[in-house]
C-alpha cells in the first residue's frame, strides 16, 4: 500500500532559526512528489514539483530536495509569515492517483 | 497562473436544502478535478475524482447519491450536498489538474465551509 508519513507533526521554531521538514513515501511507481502550503481556514497553495532523486528547487526561504525514500524542506531563516501546515504529496502509477501525507503545522514565533 | 476559483467560501444552510458548490479553473482547462473535504486539524480527504463529460469515481464510504458532482466543462465541477444534515458540515475543498510532463499538479481552490443548522 501506497504511504505517505510526515516529521514532526508540529514545529515550533524561534524567528530565524533554520530547520527541515521531512517527507516519507513508501510506493510504487513515483511519478512526481508535491509539497503545498495551507494556511488555516484556506485551501493548499502549490510550492514545488519534484521528480527524482537528486532534485532541488527553492523558492524564497524554502528549498525542497528529495531522495529515493523521502523528501526534505528545508527553511532558512524563517519569520513568521511561514507559519502554516506543510503538506507532501506523491502522484503513483498511472492514473492520476495521489496520496497526501498528514501535515507539519509549523509556528514561527517572533 | 494556475488559479482555482471556488464559490461560495462560505454558506450556511437548514439541515434538509440542497447546498451547490462551483468550482472553477480560471486561466487553464482542467480534465481532472477532486473534491476533498478537511476536518479540523486533519489532512485533505479525497471524496470524489472528476473527470469532464464522465461520471465522478467517488472513494469508498462516500455516497454519491448525497453528493452529487457534476463537470460539465474543462473549467467548471459543480458539487452538490443533496439533504444536508449536521454531520455534513464541514470544509469543502476543489482542485484543478494541470498537466505538465508526465505528472498532473494539483491546484486548489480556497475552500467551502458548509455549516448545516
Known amino acids: 500500500e501506497d504511504q505517505v508519513t510526515q516529521s514532526p507533526e508540529a514545529l515550533r521554531l524561534q524567528e530565524g532559526e533554520s530547520s527541515s521538514l521531512n517527507c516519507s513515501y513508501t510506493?510504487?511507481?513515483?511519478?512526481?512528489l508535491f509539497w503545498y502550503r495551507q494556511d488555516p481556514g484556506k485551501g493548499p497553495e502549490f510550492l514545488f514539483t519534484?521528480?527524482?532523486a537528486g532534485e532541488e528547487k527553492e523558492k524564497e526561504r524554502l528549498k525542497a530536495t528529495l531522495t529515493k525514500k523521502e523528501s526534505f524542506l528545508h527553511i532558512t531563516a524563517p519569520k513568521p509569515e511561514d507559519s502554516a501546515t506543510y503538506l507532501c504529496?506523491?502522484?503513483?502509477?498511472?492514473?492520476?492517483?495521489?496520496?497526501f501525507g498528514p501535515g507539519t503545522r509549523l509556528s514561527v514565533l517572533p | 497562473g494556475a488559479v482555482v476559483s471556488q464559490h461560495p467560501s462560505r454558506v450556511i444552510c437548514k439541515s434538509g436544502t440542497s447546498v451547490k458548490i462551483e468550482c472553477r479553473s480560471l486561466?487553464?482547462?482542467?480534465?481532472?478535478m477532486f473534491w476533498y473535504r478537511q476536518f479540523p486539524k486533519q489532512s485533505l480527504m479525497l471524496m470524489a475524482t472528476?473527470?469532464?463529460?464522465?461520471?465522478?469515481?467517488?472513494e469508498q464510504g462516500v455516497e454519491k447519491d448525497k453528493f452529487l458532482i457534476n463537470h460539465a466543462s474543462l473549467t467548471l465541477s459543480t458539487l452538490t450536498v443533496t439533504s444536508a444534515h449536521p454531520e455534513d458540515s464541514s470544509f469543502y475543498i476543489c482542485?484543478?489538474?494541470?498537466?505538465?510532463?508526465?505528472?498532473?499538479?494539483?491546484?486548489f481552490g480556497p475552500g467551502t465551509r458548509l455549516t448545516v443548522l
Open positions: 519534484l521528480y527524482s
Open positions: 510506493v510504487s511507481g513515483l511519478r512526481g
Open positions: 482542485s484543478a489538474a494541470s498537466r505538465q510532463g508526465y505528472t498532473d499538479t494539483q491546484y
Open positions: 504529496a506523491v502522484q503513483v502509477g498511472y492514473g492520476q492517483n495521489f496520496v
Open positions: 486561466d487553464f482547462q482542467a480534465t481532472t
Open positions: 472528476s473527470n469532464e463529460g464522465s461520471k465522478a469515481t467517488y
